[in-house]
């Protein structure tokens, strides 16, 4: 399985971006996703995840400002960033659980497939 990571880029506090995690090398939909994550000299944190119910759930600093989506015939997971803020810069990971573990993890520990990551700079 590979995860492509894309859509980061440079904007001003207030825009907008999406983020798409394209998966390949597996057919089924039976698969949850999450993006993390990591700013210079943080620790690699949790933004959202998406199950394959499918369910969501959002880290606290991005609820209400960020969607999270999945287009299955596309094997596609987006990450709509709305209302960006200087502290969402980061590098954004998109990591998979084919565990089918009912309720997505919030650790990174429980992903098993990693994109390269992308990066969102949001300038103030």
């Known amino acids: 399985v590979q995860l492509q990571a894309s859509g980061g880029g440079l904007v001003q506090a207030g825009d907008s971006l999406r983020l798409s995690c394209a998966a390949s090398g597996r057919t089924s939909s039976n698969y949850a996703v999450a993006w993390f994550r990591q700013a210079p000299g943080k620790e690699r944190e949790f933004v959202a995840s998406i199950s394959w119910r499918p369910s969501t759930n959002f880290a606290d600093s991005v609820k209400g400002r960020f969607t999270i989506s999945r287009d299955n015939a596309k094997n596609t997971v987006y990450l709509q960033m709305n209302s960006l803020k200087s502290e969402d810069t980061a590098v954004y990971y998109c990591?998979?659980?084919?565990?089918?573990?009912?309720?997505?993890?919030?650790?990174?520990?429980?992903?098993?497939?990693w994109g390269q990551g992308t990066l969102v700079t949001v300038s103030s």
């Open positions: 990591a998979a659980d084919f565990s089918g573990r009912w309720v997505p993890s919030r650790l990174v520990a429980g992903y098993d497939y």
